[in-house]
Nanobody, 115 residues
Framework: QVQLVESGGGLVQAGESLRLLCSAS????????MGWYREAPGKQRELVGT???????NYGNGVQGRFIVSRDNAKNTVSLEMNSLKVEDTAVYYC?????????WGQGTQVTVSS
């Protein structure tokens, strides 16, 4: 069974950058896709960015051009580089990896952006 653990969250000021890392452990077969979602207080979980095995990116509204999803197949990790952070980026960020049988999610990491 695969487990995902996120790290790198924290408190930053608006305009700063932060990098989140999602590490997979367990019986790992190369996933079909991976990426990040986020959930802000009182809001539904929303897409941040995804990356397929074919290298196709898909980003959510509001983060295009500021956030970058990348993967390291050798280390079984997926990262989220967040630049020019805004107060509205404050949320719990969740990584996932997807296989034919479904998705596995991490436990989430808090990102707080202050003005």
């Amino acid at each position: 069974q695969v487990q995902l653990v996120e790290s790198g969250g924290g408190l930053v000021q608006a305009g700063e950058s932060l990098r989140l890392l999602c590490s997979a452990s367990g019986s790992i077969v190369s996933p079909n896709g991976m990426g990040w979602y986020r959930e802000a207080p009182g809001k539904q979980r929303e897409l941040v960015g995804t990356l397929t095995t074919g290298g196709i990116h898909n980003y959510g509204n509001g983060v295009q051009g500021r956030f970058i999803v990348s993967r390291d197949n050798a280390k079984n990790t997926v990262s989220l580089e967040m630049n020019s952070l805004k107060v509205e980026d404050t949320a719990v960020y969740y990584c996932y990896m997807a296989w034919a049988g479904g998705r596995t999610w991490g436990q989430g990491t808090q990102v707080t952006v202050s003005s």
